[in-house]
Nanobody, 123 residues
Framework: QVQLAESGGGLVQAGGSLRLSCAAS????????MGWFRQAPGKEREFVAA????????DYADSVKGRFTISRDNAKNTVYLQMNSLKPEDTAVYAC????????????????WGQGTQVTVSS
């Protein structure tokens, strides 16, 4: 079991940057692959980025590749999403997720979810 809490969301102008954090409870953070997902009003939840347990592998949605960077600090039980060059279409609720399974495909299989944090990018 793991509980996740996101922070760092807010309002930013297009072209700006924001860093999201996801703090996890427990002692087993390093056994969880972590992902970021987002959902805009009226739209399906979509994959944004993910990182493997060790941090050795990452994956990004094409829409954010080159702009967003996912990282983790296992000593702090925290995963981050650095978002640069933000666009209005990035506006969404961003949630982090965890899974304790291993595999090359990092886009699915997430079991535990945070409540989400709102990111709004103004034009």
């Amino acid at each position: 079991q793991v509980q996740l809490a996101e922070s760092g969301g807010g309002l930013v102008q297009a072209g700006g940057s924001l860093r999201l954090s996801c703090a996890a409870s427990g002692r087993s953070f390093s056994t969880y692959a972590m992902g970021w997902f987002r959902q805009a009003p009226g739209k399906e939840r979509e994959f944004v980025a993910a990182i493997s347990q060790s941090g050795g592998s990452t994956d990004y949605a094409d829409s954010v590749k080159g702009r967003f960077t996912i990282s983790r600090d296992n000593a702090k039980n925290t995963v981050y999403l650095q978002m640069n060059s933000l666009k209005p279409e990035d506006t969404a609720v961003y949630a982090c997720a965890a899974r304790n399974s291993y595999g090359r495909n990092l886009r699915g299989g997430y079991v535990y979810w945070g409540q989400g944090t709102q990111v709004t990018v103004s034009s």
